[in-house]
């Protein structure tokens, strides 16, 4: 346990004593490294398989769920879109330098803002290998360093990913200690890491609700939280109901293990007896269970099938990361309205309607990092929103909300220009 610590001591020493470097390192130099990773994945992607392939079978037969195991499998078809994202990091305009928000004061002076990286940002995840990419690339590209802390059930996995970074890093020029990744997954070591004030400046977690608890609940610096989806679309009494079907069914069906999948579907009462025979049709075929309630049963012909059942109260509220969906009828907008804010986790909600006041109201009403309307909540990803990738879903209101990339981990200072201006 000594060794571990030390070793954590060390690499987190070592990413702090790299930020002094890597805000100046030149955008050229950035992107060379990124292109670099892109290609280490392609060319080793038989490496990372391999890796990813022993992790899997260990989770499986340690008795993981699907969810967990879905979000823990690679392919190639997945390597390959995780070397397209970070090309597109590499294509987007470099964030530090930055000057925004300028303005010239009655005195003269010139202010503006000018985007400076954070620091030190800390990952600590579960499952998902992908976020060993995502948060280097995206803290390579805005000139923050990075300290990754992947769950014992990835631990092949990140590492060969982890591995690649660092050597594409270190061929091109990077600042020793821009990519720190911790061998160790013991649990012991995350109480050591969230005690790190002085050299880490912030953390996000990246897993369960028990993670991110512990992690807001302990950490001496500042936390960004998200990820847990309790994702709902409201199909208005207005809506095309063939356009309500193809976005709910998008939402719930395309990828059920994800954050931003759909848990929970509410229908206008007005027509929920020609959407929800639809539905049932469609979602019976994709083996999606429909957890009902007593007036979603009724129109359901009752409880006929293990696909249709009864809801219980823990259902509303729960992200499912399944194809099991909970159901609700109600008798207006205020309703739905209503549902979702109790039973909501501010993630990502969404309206199919024809009414143009109905969709300006819930734009507005409904408080969540993501709005959508007539569209699949399955949009709120960085790539998705054209921002590279995401270091996390952000929840939260402070900082940063919804999926956060290359600007959501900046900061800024204030640049003034004078031409000797005192104040009196």
């Known amino acids: 346990m000594e060794d571990e610590l030390g070793e954590l001591e060390a690499k987190a020493q070592r990413a702090r004593r790299s930020t002094s470097r ?7 130099v950035k992107n060379r490294a990124l292109r670099a990773v892109a290609a280490g994945l392609r060319d080793q992607s038989g490496q990372v398989l391999a890796a990813n392939r022993d992790d899997y079978e260990e989770g499986r037969a340690s008795g993981m769920s699907e969810a967990m195991l879905d979000r823990l499998l690679l392919t190639e078809e997945r390597i390959g879109a995780i ?9 987007l305009p470099d964030p530090i330098g930055q000057l925004f928000a300028s303005r010239t004061l009655p005195n003269g002076l010139q202010l503006s803002k000018r985007r400076v990286p954070l620091g030190v940002i800390a990952a600590i995840y579960e499952s998902r290998p992908n976020v060993t990419i995502d948060i280097s690339t995206l803290c390579l590209k805005s000139g923050n360093a990075c300290l990754l802390r992947g769950g014992k059930e990835a631990r092949r996995s990140n590492r060969a990913l982890a591995d690649i970074v660092c050597e594409a890093c270190r061929v091109e020029g990077v600042p020793d200690g821009a990519v720190e990744f911790i061998e160790s997954t013991d649990r012991s070591l995350v109480g050591r890491l969230l005690k790190m004030r002085e050299y880490i400046d912030l953390v996000i977690p990246r897993g369960g609700s028990d993670l991110i608890r512990l992690v807001a609940e302990n950490a001496a610096m500042a936390v960004v939280t998200g990820g847990i989806g309790v994702c709902h679309a409201f199909v208005d009494r207005s809506a095309d109901l063939d356009m309500a079907l ?5 939402a719930k069906v395309q990828r059920p293990t994800v954050c931003n999948a759909l848990d929970c ?4 009462r007005d027509v929920a007896a020609s959407f929800l025979p639809q539905l049932r049709r469609l979602w019976r075929d994709a083996g ?19 696909r249709v059942v009864a809801a219980s109260e823990d259902d509303w509220g729960r992200e499912f990361l399944s194809l099991v969906a909970a159901v609700r009828v109600v008798p207006d907008l205020d309703e739905a309205l209503a549902h979702i804010a109790q039973y909501g986790s501010g993630h990502s909600e969404a309206i199919v309607t024809g009414d143009y006041s109905a969709a300006m109201r819930f734009q507005a009403e ?3 990092a993501c709005v959508y309307v007539n569209a699949s909540t399955r949009f709120t990803d960085g790539a998705q929103f054209g921002l590279g990738a995401e270091i996390g879903i952000s929840t939260q209101k402070f900082h940063a909300r919804g999926p956060m990339a290359l600007e959501e981990i900046t900061s800024y200072k204030w640049v003034a220009l004078g031409t000797g201006q005192v104040r009196s």
């Open 22 to 28: 890597l805000a100046f390192l030149p955008t050229s």
């Open 83 to 91: 070397a397209g994202d970070v090309l597109a990091v590499a294509a």
């Open 246 to 250: 193809r976005i709910v069914d998008n």
């Open 265 to 268: 579907v509410v229908v206008h």
């Open 288 to 306: 999606v269970e429909m957890r009902c309630d007593a007036y979603a049963l009724s129109i359901l012909g009752g409880v006929e099938s293990a």
């Open 366 to 368: 409904v408080d969540a």
